[in-house]
């Protein structure tokens, strides 16, 4: 064959079957670290492609007139030059860079662009503190599930933002001048702990918040969301120590403050969950977090893995302002993996034509949350297609298990994969594990209910649609009832019933029809 004939026909090819692709970047220049995001945009949702973090800890840095020393600035330029390395070939208008606390703080701030210049050929753009807490309650809103009213509290290295918001849009925002690097550097000298010095660096953190106590209480909240290091760190520990749901509290707070000034220097700091990185900005952190729950009267929060750099990057595209993140991340690895959407969409009603008949939830609290995760396992438990069709649950639950899923914190992207794991073949609860939200007696209700929505759609196209299923449940016993002679005419259901009948039998559960 004719070899330029040959590239010509590839070439077709490709742009034939190219989908919509747009790689972009977005970096997050802290006062601790820095921060790089690199994501594609394919069919309507973000894929992370890779993260890269550096401790820069630009605010050790700055001295009592606000000038950064050569030392901090060194560190940051050599940090972009890493990261303008991973970044050769992109376009300006697909990076974004966003500098923040000590770099607005800065006199100098333009000696390190001009340095940063020199080897990162991308603009750097210093934002005020406003914009910044609205930029982290972007990341959050498109990256966690809670809609409604939201608290959002950021402890950076430099400063702490505060926001309150509806859905996507923020209400008030505010910057403070307090983080966990410049607190350490002022109330722990050379890494040394006691009460003394914690106390300072708490009520210093309450004089700084308290004059937002009422407006922020008087507009009250219905979720309470935390972001970047310190949460993170906080929520680690009490998931090792205390509670593996990681819900920070006033009480769990009191507990690792007492547990952590037993120690007498940031360098014997040890815990579990606690970094080494981390130990020497934990302790003004807590004082910090500790000041905001006093303020604001927190019952509890939730760490949010979205944060600034989150913000950033869904700010490059204007197309994600979706109410149901969960719903844009489903439909988004639909498009993505190519699904058979019919099929899809036919085990979705099922589902969800049967969870509507199902009224024994033990923790009822959960239901729509739970019927909603359902509801994306059925549209999506066929993504491991794309593997093999031999051993699809398997291959569908570890790729559901293992991708970034925006709107699905990790309690929720495991029940998911769970779900879809056991869609199929055999399943017993010893494969199933123990849910920090969910009891056991749900989980094994959502996966029965999954498998007979795929069992009912067995021949795919050829399904003849049953409007009318009636499902009674009774402890382990569950019963369907059918239209008159369906199951006569669709012989490949009945086996499958069958078999499935047979199944269950084998670990104590009983289905009739």
């Given at each position: 064959?004719?070899?330029?004939?040959?590239?010509?026909?590839?070439?077709?090819?490709?742009?034939?079957?190219?989908?919509?692709?747009?790689?972009?970047?977005?970096?997050?220049?802290?006062?601790?670290?820095?921060?790089?995001?690199?994501?594609?945009?394919?069919?309507?949702?973000?894929?992370?492609?890779?993260?890269?973090?550096?401790?820069?800890?630009?605010?050790?840095?700055?001295?009592?007139?606000?000038?950064?020393?050569?030392?901090?600035?060194?560190?940051?330029?050599?940090?972009?030059?890493?990261?303008?390395?991973?970044?050769q070939?992109?376009?300006?208008?697909?990076?974004?860079?966003?500098?923040?606390?000590?770099?607005?703080?800065?006199?100098?701030?333009?000696?390190?662009?001009?340095?940063?210049?020199?080897?990162?050929?991308?603009?750097?753009?210093?934002?005020?503190?406003?914009?910044?807490?609205?930029?982290?309650?972007a990341?959050?809103?498109?990256?966690?599930?809670?809609?409604?009213?939201k608290?959002?509290?950021?402890?950076?290295?430099?400063?702490?933002?505060?926001?309150?918001?509806?859905?996507?849009?923020?209400?008030?925002?505010?910057?403070?001048?307090?983080?966990?690097?410049?607190?350490?550097?002022?109330?722990?000298?050379?890494?040394?702990?006691?009460q003394?010095?914690?106390?300072?660096?708490?009520?210093?953190?309450?004089?700084?918040?308290?004059?937002?106590?009422?407006?922020?209480?008087?507009?009250?909240?219905?979720?309470?969301?935390?972001?970047?290091?310190?949460?993170?760190?906080?929520?680690?520990?009490?998931?090792?120590?205390?509670?593996?749901?990681?819900?920070?509290?006033?009480?769990?707070?009191?507990?690792?403050?007492?547990?952590t000034?037993?120690?007498n220097?940031?360098?014997e700091?040890?815990?579990?969950?606690?970094?080494?990185?981390?130990?020497?900005?934990?302790?003004?952190?807590?004082?910090?977090?500790?000041?905001v729950?006093?303020?604001?009267?927190?019952?509890?929060?939730?760490?949010?893995?979205?944060?600034?750099?989150?913000?950033?990057?869904?700010?490059?595209?204007?197309?994600?302002?979706?109410?149901?993140?969960?719903?844009?991340?489903?439909?988004?690895?639909?498009?993505?993996?190519?699904?058979?959407?019919?099929?899809a969409?036919?085990?979705?009603?099922?589902?969800?034509?049967?969870?509507?008949?199902?009224r024994?939830?033990?923790a009822?609290?959960?239901?729509?949350?739970?019927?909603?995760?359902?509801l994306?396992?059925?549209?999506?438990?066929?993504?491991?297609?794309?593997?093999?069709?031999?051993?699809?649950?398997?291959?569908?639950a570890?790729?559901?298990?293992?991708?970034?899923?925006?709107?699905?914190?990790?309690?929720?992207?495991?029940?998911?994969?769970?779900?879809?794991?056991?869609?199929?073949?055999?399943?017993?609860?010893?494969?199933?594990?123990?849910?920090?939200?969910?009891?056991?007696?749900?989980v094994q209700?959502?996966?029965?209910?999954?498998?007979?929505?795929?069992?009912?759609?067995?021949?795919?196209?050829?399904t003849?649609?049953?409007?009318?299923?009636?499902?009674?449940?009774?402890?382990?016993?569950?019963?369907?009832?059918?239209e008159?002679?369906?199951?006569?005419?669709?012989?490949?259901?009945?086996?499958?019933?069958?078999?499935?009948?047979?199944?269950?039998?084998?670990?104590?559960?009983?289905?009739?029809?």
């Amino acid at each position: 064959m004719n070899n330029e004939n040959l590239i010509q026909k590839a070439t077709a090819l490709s742009v034939q079957n190219e989908p919509s692709i747009r790689e972009i970047a977005a970096i997050d220049l802290g006062s601790n670290s820095f921060h790089m995001i690199v994501a594609r945009i394919i069919n309507g949702s973000i894929q992370i492609l890779s993260r890269l973090k550096q401790k820069v800890q630009l605010a050790k840095g700055l001295d009592e007139n606000n000038v950064l020393d050569q030392e901090a600035i060194t560190r940051g330029v050599n940090c972009l030059a890493l990261f303008g390395e991973r970044l050769q070939g992109f376009k300006p208008e697909n990076v974004s860079v966003v500098g923040t606390y000590t770099l607005r703080s800065a006199i100098n701030n333009d000696e390190f662009l001009r340095q940063a210049q020199v080897v990162f050929p991308y603009p750097i753009n210093i934002i005020a503190g406003e914009t910044e807490a609205k930029m982290i309650y972007a990341g959050v809103s498109h990256t966690q599930p809670e809609s409604g009213r939201k608290l959002v509290i950021d402890i950076g290295g430099g400063s702490t933002e505060i926001i309150i918001g509806d859905n996507f849009e923020p209400i008030v925002a505010n910057s403070r001048d307090m983080g966990c690097v410049s607190f350490a550097k002022q109330f722990f000298p050379q890494g040394e702990m006691s009460q003394q010095h914690f106390d300072k660096a708490y009520k210093t953190a309450l004089t700084r918040i308290a004059d937002l106590a009422a407006q922020y209480k008087a507009l009250k909240w219905e979720y309470v969301l935390g972001s970047s290091g310190t949460i993170k760190t906080v929520h680690q520990v009490i998931s090792a120590t205390l509670d593996p749901d990681g819900v920070i509290t006033a009480g769990r707070l009191d507990f690792l403050i007492e547990r952590t000034l037993k120690f007498n220097h940031f360098d014997e700091l040890k815990m579990p969950g606690l970094n080494d990185e981390r130990a020497d900005v934990f302790v003004p952190g807590l004082a910090i977090l500790s000041a905001v729950f006093d303020t604001f009267n927190i019952a509890q929060m939730r760490y949010s893995d979205g944060a600034l750099r989150e913000g950033v990057m869904y700010g490059l595209d204007k197309n994600f302002q979706v109410m149901n993140i969960r719903q844009r991340t489903a439909e988004g690895l639909a498009e993505q993996f190519n699904i058979d959407r019919a099929q899809a969409e036919r085990v979705c009603k099922s589902a969800v034509r049967l969870a509507q008949q199902f009224r024994d939830w033990q923790a009822s609290e959960f239901e729509e949350e739970m019927e909603e995760i359902l509801l994306w396992a059925a549209l999506l438990h066929e993504v491991g297609i794309v593997i093999n069709h031999k051993n699809v649950q398997r291959h569908s639950a570890y790729i559901l298990a293992n991708m970034e899923l925006p709107g699905f914190d990790k309690e929720q992207q495991r029940l998911l994969a769970t779900l879809v794991r056991h869609h199929i073949s055999h399943f017993n609860n010893d494969e199933i594990g123990q849910f920090a939200r969910y009891t056991p007696q749900d989980v094994q209700t959502l996966i029965r209910l999954l498998r007979l929505a795929v069992l009912l759609n067995k021949p795919r196209q050829a399904t003849e649609v049953c409007e009318k299923i009636s499902l009674k449940t009774d402890r382990t016993l569950w019963q369907l009832n059918f239209e008159n002679q369906y199951l006569t005419y669709n012989l490949l259901i009945l086996n499958e019933l069958r078999a499935e009948q047979k199944m269950l039998i084998e670990i104590g559960l009983d289905l009739d029809f």
